[in-house]
């Protein structure tokens, strides 16, 4: 099984399954001399950390990252400081229970990936999906945490804007009230609805999807190439990427096509400094693959996952007709803990941009 790897100059390759004794990433092209800690990577993987609240898996895993290589120790207590050579990251799994998917050994669960894998591969890892599991996701988390350190000045956020059809009002957006909740909401009014509606979501075994927005604030002009290494072409690559993705989009997104020329496109003046001043930020950030200079905003869509309580038709590894009940423990918002996955995926393709724009222009 090959493509485990993802980015260019700043290279991520994630290792590891669900049930096995770990998983772990290997940072490749992280620049030499950046300070570190395990306690500021940890900051990120508490973020996704399953079991916190009701309303995700109540799997255990604390999630504690080791760095095995690419550092040395630096001055202050607990410090690494990169050497420039690969950096591996690795987190135990402790809390196993391959049991929970004895029962869908020989049974293909629809919408997950059990019949995709067995007929390129011919055979799939049962228990909890092996590779295709979100249990990954915590490994390009741990990347996205020294990814952010590659860009000087750069804030990347990511908020839940949307569960099920409940939106958040954008008129009371606060990125403190993010921080807050469970649900990484900006919208404390609309945080409150969506625990009433999980609480009856989880409670019926179902689940439901959700839309999370990343903002990536103080991106410097310049990054991204025409015709195929365009910005936005990476980060809806990148956002596809993780599990249970269905769409992307850049700015305005799908919302552009309602608008006119006139309302659509960012009027530019003069600013005090001398510099471009967008009157607007419908393009998100990114003209012709290459960023402005404005925030980078990016959306994606989760579906609900495909893991509940309810019978549903399948077949068996031999083509027999059987009903399938996904035991064990689930997420009844899978988008939830998805925030801090797509703010690392973003911090990463930001990250790599960087560094292919410093060596072509020697800009940076």
Sequence with gaps: MSHN??????????WGESHGPAIGAVVDGMPPNIPF????????????????SRYTTQRQEADRVRVLSGAMLGSAEGE???????????????????KDYSDIAQRYRPGHADITYDMKYGIRDYRGGG????????CRVAAGALARKVVPGVVVRGALVQIGDIEID?????????????????????????????????KRGSSVGAVIEVVAEGVPSGLGAPLYGKLDQD?????????????????????????????????????????????????????????????VVARFAVKPTSSILTPRKSIDAEGN??????KGRHDPCVGIRAVPIGEAMVACVLADHYLRHRGQTGQG
Excluded at 37 to 52: C, F, H, M, N, V
Excluded at 131 to 138: C, K, P, Y
Excluded at 262 to 284: M, Q, T, W, Y
């Design 131 to 138: 590779r295709s599991s979100a249990r990954e996701t915590a």
């Design 235 to 295: 980060i809806a690559g990148a956002l596809m990427s993780i599990n249970a993705v269905k769409g992307v989009e850049i700015g305005n997104g799908f919302a552009a096509a309602t608008l006119s020329g006139e309302d659509n496109a960012d009027e530019i003046r003069r600013g005090p400094d001398g510099k471009p001043h967008f009157l607007s930020n419908n393009a998100g950030g990114i003209l012709g693959g290459i960023s402005t200079g404005q925030p």
């Design 80 to 98: 690494f400081v990169s050497t420039g050579t690969p950096i591996s990251l690795m987190i135990e799994n402790i809390d196993q229970r391959s």
């Design 321 to 326: 007709e059987v009903e399938v009940m996904t």
């Design 170 to 202: 954008r008129a009371r957006w606060d990125w403190e009230e993010a921080d807050r909740n469970p649900f990484f909401c900006p919208d404390a009014e609309t945080a409150g609805r969506w625990a009433e509606f999980l609480d009856a979501v989880r």
């Design 37 to 52: 800690t395990e306690a500021e990577i940890q900051t990120y993987l508490d973020k996704r950390r399953p079991g916190q």
């Design 5 to 14: 790897s993802f980015g260019h100059l700043f290279r991520v390759t994630t």
